[in-house]
């Protein structure tokens, strides 16, 4: 069961049985590209243990984005995927399938409520607004229901599909680390955004006086 909704997407706590589907993505490089500040190098056989002891389980919300079965259609298919049809399609192919990705917020220091945002979709389901749904979803969830005094989040200067995102969610910039990560072969900024709960406040407001 899903617990929440937007809508494209059913969203819901990730499960032992998501663990395929995150280690697919963490083995593509087109989302680890800009999706981690690491080293980009496939992930062996310890990396869902690595993943679930040292970020999902510290995290304060991880949510797991699976597309409604009616939108399957806007799914690209990589060269080479499997791609099952009708009476041979089981459970788990709609499950894989249907995998687009997951967000979370963690928090540092309680203390401040500053929460850290991330979110990484998978390649095949990209430019269909859904980590615009997702961002705001968080975002209001995050004000609304578990009282966070500001959300932070980073991103590389190169990645303008995130910074759109991000822009589209009325998160202003703070600022930029120059040339902090190493990226197809130049330096590039870590950027930062951050907004405030007054400005989610404000920005609900007149959103609604919009409509
Ligand atoms: C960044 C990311 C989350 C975007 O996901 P998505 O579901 O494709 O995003 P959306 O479809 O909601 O929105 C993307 C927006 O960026 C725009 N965009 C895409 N590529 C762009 C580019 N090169 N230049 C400018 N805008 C671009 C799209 O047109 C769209 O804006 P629009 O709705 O106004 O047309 C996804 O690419 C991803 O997971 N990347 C890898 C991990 C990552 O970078 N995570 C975030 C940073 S930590």
Redesign the pocket.
Known sequence: MAFATTKHLNLRGYRESDKDYFMEQENDQ???????PGYVVPNGPNGWKDLQENFLSKELLVIVAEVKREYAGLRKWDEGEVRKEGEEKKPEDWDRELF??YSALGIGMPKNRDAHF??????Q???????????EWMVQHAFEQLNVHRIS????GV???????YE?CGFPHEGAKRKAFWLNGEWVDAVSMGILDEEYWERKKQLANKA
Do not use: D, Q, S
């Not at 991330?118 to 390649?123: K, Q, V």
């Open positions: 087109r989302v680890m590209l800009t999706g981690y687009a990705g991330g979110i990484a979709i998978n390649a389901w990209w430019g269909n607004g859904f980590a615009t749904e997702i961002t989040l980073g991103y590389t990645n303008l599909a995130a910074k759109r995102v589209k």
